[in-house]
């Protein structure tokens, strides 16, 4: 007989209005203070201390306009986030400072996350949707240096790029870009080169969201469809499907893999986050708790696997906090 599916460990509400982008920070050095950072559709970022539930802080720094996206960087004082006033901000937030530093104008009118990597002490790599609908401009921060733009091939017609995930093999190695795109496409970009490695249409509408697990060289993405589509990449670099995955309702807004790699989230546009096992994709439970869309999901950093958590933030203006299978 399978469990009934947990309640939420706790529910965070205040934030008045649709929740669109979670991201945790709760590892070194401060690991006595576990943070979770929201962004939401009135423009504002809040900071959550998960000891006592409440907001610590909030950050306006987005002309009232919908936030989609928040990354720390390197630490909790340093963040980056992404707004529909078509600007990405970088805060200095130590010493209870709440003051933006610097921010690179997008231009782009879409939704679509840029994607951070590490690539060096204090340097970062940054992909965004860049001023002409197909292409992807990669800086370099926090010098906001351009490092290239990547150009479909004449007559690809691949639509606007949709989600984003900068990776690499190992640090020092190649950076490597997976893009999604309106038409379907999830395209295999070599940042240095500046050209497209392998494409592979894994869906028959814009993906919405994707993710990948380097180790095994595989990922899955979603659509507004019912289908989760899980490809991987072979030694030639090249795409291919794996297999897919028929939903119960359509419509994926988000999706991400658990950093040990056993477990994936994705949230739903019929309200609920389901939690399947990565290796073979195997349905584990459907948290049922949201009255709305769910818009995004996000798993801690937390350096012991006992302590990790599941964050969900939906239209209904409320983010569930979860502590599911967190003993495997």
Same mark, same amino acid.
Request: hydrophobic share 40%; glycine share 8%.
């Given at each position: ?22 991201? /945790? ?11 979770? /950072? +929201?962004?939401?559709? $009135? ?5 959550? $201390? ?24 390197? #630490? *909790? ?10 600007? %990405? ?25 840029? +994607? =951070?990597?590490?690539? &060096? ?8 949707? &860049? ?18 733009? =990547? ?13 984003? *995930?900068?990776?690499? =093999?190992?640090? #020092? ?5 997976? &893009?999604?795109?309106? @038409? ?7 940042? !240095? ?18 993710? /990948?697990? +380097? ?14 589509? %899980?490809?991987?990449? $072979? ?13 119960? $309702? &359509?419509? %994926?807004? @988000? ?12 949230? #739903?546009? @019929?309200?609920?986050?389901?939690? /399947? #096992? ?22 801690? @950093? ?6 990790? =958590?599941?964050?969900?933030? !939906? *239209? ?13």
């Amino acid at each position: 007989m399978a469990l009934p599916p947990p309640d939420p460990q706790f529910v965070l509400r205040g934030t008045s209005a649709p929740v669109h982008t979670l991201h /945790f920070s709760c590892g070194d050095p401060e690991p006595d203070l576990p943070l979770l /950072f +929201s962004g939401s559709e $009135n423009g504002l970022i809040h900071v959550w $201390n998960l000891k006592t539930h409440r907001v610590d802080t909030t950050l306006d720094g987005h002309g009232r306009k919908s936030v989609y996206c928040v990354e720390t960087m390197g #630490g *909790k004082d340093r963040l980056l986030s992404q707004g529909r006033d078509r600007r %990405i901000c970088l805060w200095d937030l130590a010493e209870g400072r709440t003051s933006v530093t610097d921010s690179v104008f997008t231009e782009h009118v879409g939704f679509c996350r840029c +994607s =951070l990597l590490k690539v &060096a002490q204090r340097r970062w790599l940054m992909a965004m949707a &860049a001023r002409s609908l197909e292409e992807v401009q990669i800086l370099e921060l926090p010098s906001k240096t351009s490092v290239c733009t =990547l150009k479909p091939e004449v007559g690809a017609k691949l639509g606007m790029p949709m989600c984003l *995930k900068l990776w690499q =093999l190992s640090c #020092g190695s190649q950076p490597v870009l997976l &893009a999604g795109y309106e @038409d379907g496409s999830v395209v295999l970009w070599n940042v !240095s080169m500046g050209k497209a490695l392998s494409q592979l249409i894994c869906h028959q509408e814009p993906v919405m969201s994707l993710d /990948f697990d +380097s180790e095994k060289a595989k990922g899955i993405s979603g659509s507004s469809e019912k289908v989760l589509s %899980i490809w991987s990449l $072979n030694e030639q670099q090249n795409l291919q499907v794996y297999k897919t995955h028929e939903l119960v $309702n &359509a419509g %994926i807004s @988000d999706i991400t893999i658990r950093p040990d790699k056993k477990i994936l989230a994705t949230a #739903g546009w @019929d309200h609920r986050i389901r939690i /399947f #096992g990565w290796k073979k994709l195997k349905p584990l439970a459907v948290l049922d708790y949201h009255t709305a869309t769910v818009h995004c999901v996000s798993f801690s @950093d937390h350096s012991s696997p006992r302590e990790t =958590l599941l964050a969900a933030g !939906s *239209k209904d203006q409320r983010i569930s906090v979860w502590s599911i299978y967190a003993q495997t």
